[in-house]
């Protein structure tokens, strides 16, 4: 293949890499009202009163929105396709406020300066209410987060919203509780991961205009153009007709602008005053008022035989939700069924799950989606498992994952045409040099070596429901336009579009000219997310290729000749990773380094390794940091208590050792030249693999995140096992 | 007030407030490639020079620059492109946005070492965050141009 499978340079490197003004607030209007939000100080309260008189008498204030002035029509900002699993339970500004940094207040003006001045002049009484803070005592609180009577629901999610339950469910297959007692070793624990952020370098923001035909224009640093017009619509209460949204260039998203966060304080400023406004989150307010990973304890119940075959996988996940439900719903049902289907040998699985809202900032969409979590949870319980068996963790895997070919009923009912998943495990092996290093090296009196490993699968897209549509169209002079819907947010599917399109016409790269999104303009695509692009997106461009190619065969070529196609895909065909951690223990301080970590990826045909590489590593690394140190916490009256990189610490270039990455390639029949999607497989193995190293080190298992060295010290000091594995030495 | 200053040896004679941050003045004259990451002097993506100094532009205010000597990347097109180069062979510019920041401290680097170790890239950009890239690209690329750049000398 003369341009998919090969490492070609970004089409918009260089003027990423020269700094031209490509992303969202560089392109803003120099005359735009600067929008800025007033925020609730209390965890749950009722408003009694805004007194606004103070703050409009400030010079150059333009208009201070409230309660008063938005449309009474709930919605969710979860950027899903319509009728959208999470619940309608949010306006633009509501009476209740239900966690510190909700909106209350709306204030534009033509200064900052002037804007900041109002704000403090805001006076605002309320009611207070009793929080809800702990997700364990959530369910059945005698303080009803949602009591609204137009909470909307789309469809049956297992919600009971009097209960504070968001959503609940189960799915099982097979008899676990007979399988169950015939195991010999059973481990039973629960696993604790925290909400995390997604930390993109650039914040939320967002600017909108009135356009000549009084339309109104968003354009946002997201990566859901399309569900951005239409939840636009609803909340503002207005046709879907009347918005265009463009999304410029976008620095990272990670899920976090998968969910709308600063467009809608804009656009009603633009459609009270009919004047372009505009509005860029700091750090502070991007970590306090928008969405994190959702927060999860999840009880696992494992068994196998004597002989190391699982018979029988048991997964019960609570999740917080926060005080909205975006993504609730949906994130949930990752965390069973993307870790149990790995286990496919085993006779029997079930999963139950809640979903429960607390008075802490709504969780949202956050790279993993829920896997993650489910991967921590069971990948350490089947850490623990090979210790009670004394089997070597990798024999214990090989021994019991998924193949090629087989159905797997956790993964609803699909089969699996491509999983290399024991190649990975044999790679990385050699690798990390497993056989030498497991469990543990000692290096010196204090300090200690140890590996651990985990393995992990995601999907590729949303079967039947992402939607992605493309466009190609011959220009004068013999190159083509290749119009996509799907939202480039750095990790760089402009070039990977454009390379399947060149492979497919047989051109070259420079013949391909692809347009960032406009809804005015674009084909429509549901956005890029839930590691759709490449599979779903990719097809889509595939498709438009081949029909253009048999149009220039049958009519010859020439200028506006164009072929559209539409994707949507039956299955979503998982890719696989193998994940080895090597980390370095002071055992005086608890202080723990990774000091190497190896991947083996299988994505199916890479369509660009170098990028492919480079979204391993990066995927690897934000993993690190949610094992080692990310940390979203509240303090008792439900004050997020870090919120800048000052207090919530992302790994800088001094934290992490080596990321070494390979791919062990397959071939995916379903997907555009034998791809699969990789954005968020790569985020899973490392809190596992960390944790299984930890233990190999010091003969403890952390069950929660993060394992800080705070952790691990207070952890060996409390056990008393005295680093059983080094005086076994 | 008014101050004047070069800016990618241009002159500019400006009146300004006294409380204006140098990132938000070099933006509003238009030199867009300064970004602002954080709001607490960490991420380092607002790294411009003073009098070929690298200095955070958030943590200085512009009235500091009076007399003096201001370079931003769009300073730097030509040297920009020779890492940048690098960067994108590796695929390490992912979503871009620390780019310019990480690039103007690159070449304030080359500056003080002819040839770095791999230790001594990590210290020197240790504050320039990268929240995509997981860092190991960037370190490819920077230290094949430091390669490239050393042979060259
Ligand atoms: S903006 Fe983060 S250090 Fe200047
Ligand atoms: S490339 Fe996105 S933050 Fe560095």
């Known amino acids: ?80 396709s319509y009728p959208e699993p999470s619940p309608y339970d949010r306006l633009i500004l509501d009476r209740m406020v239900r966690y510190v940094g909700d909106p209350m207040a709306i204030a534009a003006g033509t200064s900052e300066k002037a804007v900041d001045k109002a704000l403090k002049l805001i006076h605002v009484s309320y009611d207070l209410l009793d929080p809800v803070l702990d997700p364990d005592k959530a369910l059945d609180h005698k303080s009803i987060i949602h009591p609204e009577a137009d909470y909307h629901v789309n469809g049956d999610i297992g919600n009971e919203v009097k209960r504070n339950l968001c959503a609940s469910g189960e799915f099982s297959a097979g008899d676990v509780e007979n399988e169950f007692s015939r195991c010999c070793v059973i481990v039973d624990r629960v696993y604790h991961t925290k909400a995390n952020n997604q930390a993109m370098m650039e914040t939320h923001r967002s600017f909108s205009y009135p356009d000549h035909a009084g339309r109104l224009v968003i354009c946002s640093s997201t990566q859901i153009p399309f569900h951005v017009r239409r939840i636009a619509a609803t909340a503002l209460d207005i046709p879907k007709s009347r918005i265009r949204v463009i999304k410029p260039k976008v620095g990272g998203g990670f ?96 999963f139950t799950y809640k979903v429960v809202y607390t ?55 699909e089969t699996i045409n491509s999983c290399p998943l024991p190649a990975c495990i044999q790679k990385g092996r050699e690798m990390i040099g497993w056989d030498r290093k497991f469990p543990f090296r000692k290096i010196s009196p204090t ?26 169209e011959v220009q004068e002079g013999g190159f083509y336009t ?6 480039d947010m750095g990790t760089g599917c402009d070039t990977i579009l454009a390379q399947m399109a060149a492979e497919s016409l047989g051109c070259d790269m420079d013949k391909i000219v692809v347009s960032s999104v406009d809804t005015d303009a674009s084909p429509y695509d549901t956005g890029s997310y839930a590691s759709s692009t490449t599979y779903v997106t990719g097809m889509a461009v595939v498709k438009a290729c081949e029909e253009l190619k048999r149009k220039i065969e049958a009519k010859g070529i020439y200028p506006a000749l164009s072929a559209s196609a539409t994707h949507s895909s039956p299955v979503s065909p998982p890719p696989f990773m193998a994940g080895f951690s090597e980390i370095e223990m002071d055992l005086e301080t608890g202080e723990t380094k990774v000091v190497e970590f190896v991947g083996v990826v299988d994505c199916g045909t890479p369509i660009n390794p170098s990028l492919a590489r480079v979204q391993t590593e990066g995927g690897i690394v934000q993993g690190i940091g949610m094992a080692l140190y990310e940390d979203i916490s509240y303090n008792p009256k439900g004050k997020m208590t870090r919120d800048s990189f000052m207090q919530y610490k992302i790994p ?78 | ?110 500056k003080e070492f002819k040839t770095p170790t791999t230790d001594d890239i990590k210290q020197y950009l240790a504050g320039n965050l990268c929240r995509c890239s997981g860092y190991e690209s960037q370190l490819r690329a920077i230290e094949k141009y430091f390669d490239l750049e050393g042979k060259n000398q």
């Not at chain 1, 300090?447 to 190609?472: E, H, L, N, T, Y």
């Not at chain 2, 800016?7 to 938000?24: K, Q, S, T, V």
């Not at chain 2, 955070?56 to 180069?85: F, Q």
């Open chain 1, 482 to 487: 290749l119009m996509i819907g799907a939202a």
């Open chain 1, 1 to 80: 293949m003369k341009t998919v499978n090969q490492g070609i340079e970004k089409i918009d490197a260089m003027s990423l890499l020269t700094g031209k003004a490509v992303y969202t607030d560089d392109l803003a209007l120099e005359n735009c009202l600067v929008v800025k939000v007033l925020r609730s100080p209390h965890a749950f309260a009722k408003i009694k009163d805004i007194d606004l008189t103070d703050a409009m008498k400030i010079e150059g204030m333009e208009c201070i929105l409230t309660y008063r002035d938005v449309p009474n029509k709930r919605f969710t900002m979860a950027g899903q």
């Open chain 1, 255 to 350: 899920g976090a602008k998968q969910t709308l966060v600063s467009e809608l304080f804009p656009a009603l400023v633009t459609m009270k005053t009919g004047k372009p406004a505009k509005m860029v989150f700091d750090r502070s307010e991007t970590f306090t008022a928008s969405t994190s990973r959702h927060e999860m304890k999840i009880r696992v119940r494992i068994g196998a035989d004597k002989a190391g075959h699982i018979l029988a996988i048991q997964m019960d996940t609570l999740s917080n939700t926060g005080a909205y439900g975006e993504h609730g719903p949906t994130t949930v049902g990752l965390s069973g069924h993307k870790a149990m289907s790995l286990y496919n040998r085993a006779k029997a699985v079930q």
């Open chain 1, 652 to 729: 800088s270039r001094l934290d992490v050792g080596r990321v070494r990455v390979e791919f062990e390639s397959s071939y995916e029949p379903t997907g555009p030249f034998g791809a699969k999607s990789i954005g968020e497989v790569v985020i899973n193995t490392p809190s596992p693999a960390i944790a299984h190293a930890i233990h190999n080190a010091a003969g403890i298992y952390l069950r929660k995140l993060p394992m800080t060295a705070e952790t691990i010290f207070m952890t060996l000091k409390e056990q008393k096992t005295a680093w059983p594995s080094v005086l076994k030495n």
């Open chain 1, 359 to 413: 008075n802490t900032m709504s969780a949202g969409a956050y790279r993993g989606y829920g896997a993650t979590q489910g991967t921590f949870a069971l990948e350490s319980a089947v850490n623990e498992l090979s210790d009670l068996l004394s089997m070597d963790p990798l024999q214990l895997r090989l021994k019991n994952i998924l193949k090629s070919g087989d159905t797997v009923a956790a993964y609803y009912g």
């Open chain 2, 1 to 110: 007030m008014q101050i004047t200053c070069r800016i990618n040896n241009r002159e500019f004679i400006r009146e300004i407030e006294p409380d204006l941050l140098l990132i938000d003045f070099v933006r509003s004259l238009g030199f867009k490639s300064v970004k602002r990451g954080c709001d607490t002097s960490n991420c380092g993506l607002c790294t411009v020079w003073v009098d070929e100094k690298p200095v955070l532009s958030c943590s200085v205010l512009a009235a500091r620059v009076n007399h003096r000597i201001v370079t931003t990347l769009e300073g730097l097109e030509e040297e920009a492109k020779a890492v940048g180069r690098f960067l994108a062979k590796e695929g390490a510019e992912q979503c871009g946005f620390c780019s310019p920041g990480l690039i103007m401290n690159i070449l304030a680097m080359k």
């Open chain 1, 447 to 472: 300090r200690i070596r140890a590996v651990g490993a985990a393995i992990a699968m995601q999907g590729s897209g949303i079967p039947d429901i992402d939607r992605a549509s493309a466009r190609v």
